[in-house]
């Protein structure tokens, strides 16, 4: 084997941190000297300065394998927590109850792409009406958040279907930073008994839902919101409309998110 075409294969073992499974079994009956492994060091050094391009290769490849590491562990984590994601009893659902297909987001009352994303999920539920939309609250913004989420969750100990859905827009579409103050002031809007929220959201129905929610989110590597979830895909952002009602349609015509 030619000289430079040993050194790139050693240099992408290196990069990647992978060492073939031969080498792995092999007894070390004759390690390197130091002086001979200097002069491996120095070989494989200058190899990838006059040839960056294999080190690119090498960090590409590694990446690849990490994206495809973490779409399988995904894929598991959907399968296996099916239940809780569909039908929790702390859901609170949108659009058509029954609808032959289920989106659910996972949202944050602070979050600025949460907020625009909230036009996309209106503009599929009018256009859709088998559309079934689950929102889990999902606070990774800070105190603040963590306060408005229990207050939208108690929220839903007096509020029922579109009326809780609309005191989601209504909360989610007020400006400035939201936080506990302003759910109860949403609430108060609404006709809603404040004192009786107030109570509700420090009790367990409450902490179940947001310690289901954060469990969930943790099990399935959302990184952030929103992030939405349908069929078998991981939707991650604002995309917009069409990519959403794409997978949709995906999924209502082969039961996956890319037929």
Same mark, same amino acid.
């Given at each position: ?41 120095? *070989? =494989? !050094? #200058?190899?990838? %300065?006059?040839? +960056?391009?294999? &080190? ?9 394998? /990490? ?66 939309? *689950? =929102? !889990? #609250?999902?606070? %990774?913004?800070? +105190?603040?958040? &963590? ?9 839903? /100990? ?102």
């Amino acid at each position: 084997m030619p000289l430079s075409r040993s050194i790139s294969i050693l240099a992408l073992t290196l990069a990647l941190g992978t060492v073939p499974a031969h080498a792995q079994a092999a007894p070390e009956a004759s390690p390197f000297t130091d002086a001979q492994r200097q002069a491996i060091e120095a *070989i =494989i !050094k #200058d190899y990838l %300065v006059k040839n +960056p391009d294999v &080190l690119q290769e090498a960090i590409a490849e590694g990446e690849k394998r /990490q994206l495809e590491t973490q779409r399988l562990a995904q894929s598991a984590a959907l399968k296996e927590s099916q239940g809780a994601l569909l039908n929790s009893p702390h859901d609170v659902v949108a659009g058509n109850p029954q609808g032959d297909v289920t989106m659910v987001e996972f949202f944050d009352y602070n979050c600025g792409y949460c907020r625009k994303a909230l036009a996309d999920v209106q503009a599929l539920i009018k256009s859709d009406p088998k559309l079934r939309v *689950i =929102i !889990k #609250d999902f606070p %990774v913004l800070g +105190p603040e958040s &963590l306060e408005a989420s229990q207050i939208a969750l108690a929220a839903k /100990q007096q509020l029922k279907g579109d009326k809780l859905f609309e005191f989601h827009q209504k909360l989610l579409e007020s400006k400035g930073r939201i936080n506990g103050a302003k759910a109860l002031q949403v609430a108060k809007e609404m006709g809603l008994d404040t004192a009786k929220l107030q109570k509700d959201a420090q009790g367990p129905e409450v902490k179940a839902a947001l310690t289901e929610n954060r469990g969930l989110g943790d099990k399935l590597g959302l990184s952030g919101t929103p992030a939405f979830i349908i069929g078998d895909e991981i939707i991650p952002g604002a995309v917009g409309v069409e990519p959403i009602r794409k997978t949709i349609t995906d999924v209502r015509q082969c039961g996956h998110a890319s037929c």
